[in-house]
C-alpha cells in the first residue's frame, strides 16, 4: 500500500489562485499514470487533469486554459496549478494514481485524503 500525500487546498476568492501539491512514493510515481480528481456535494467524481500515455495530458474542457498538472520527479511530486478560478471549481480535490492491469475494463487506484478547495467572496 501507498499513501499519497496532498496539500494546499484552502479558501480563495473568485479570480485567485491556489496550487495543489501530491507526493507518492518512487515506485508508484514511476509506474501509474498520476492525475487530479474533485467531487463537489451532489456530484460525481470528474476528471480534472491527468497525465497519460507518453506523458501527455488530459483536462476536462471546464478547466482547459486554466488549470495545469505538472510534475517534479526529483520530488515524485504532482502538481495541480489553478489560476483564475471560480465558485463552480469549489469541490474536494483527490490526487490519484492509476495503471491498467491485465484484462479489459481492469485497473488499479491510489488515492489521496482528498483537500477542499472553496472558492467564495
Known amino acids: 500500500q501507498v499513501q499519497l500525500v496532498e496539500s494546499g487546498g484552502g479558501l480563495v476568492q473568485p479570480g485567485g489562485s491556489l496550487r495543489l501539491s501530491c507526493t507518492a512514493s518512487?515506485?508508484?510515481?514511476?509506474?501509474?499514470?498520476m492525475g487530479w480528481y474533485r467531487q463537489a456535494p451532489g456530484k460525481q467524481r470528474e476528471l480534472v487533469a491527468a497525465f497519460t500515455s507518453g506523458g501527455s495530458t488530459n483536462y476536462a474542457d471546464s478547466v482547459k486554459g486554466r488549470f495545469t498538472i505538472s510534475r517534479d520527479t526529483a520530488k515524485n511530486t504532482v502538481y495541480l496549478q489553478m489560476n483564475t478560478l471560480k465558485t463552480e471549481d469549489t469541490a474536494v480535490y483527490y490526487c490519484?494514481?492509476?495503471?491498467?492491469?491485465?484484462?479489459?475494463?481492469?485497473?488499479?487506484?491510489?488515492w489521496g485524503q482528498g483537500t477542499q478547495v472553496t472558492v467564495s467572496s
Open positions: 490519484n494514481a492509476r495503471r491498467h492491469g491485465v484484462g479489459a475494463a481492469t485497473r488499479y487506484d491510489y
Open positions: 518512487r515506485s508508484i510515481f514511476s509506474n501509474y499514470f
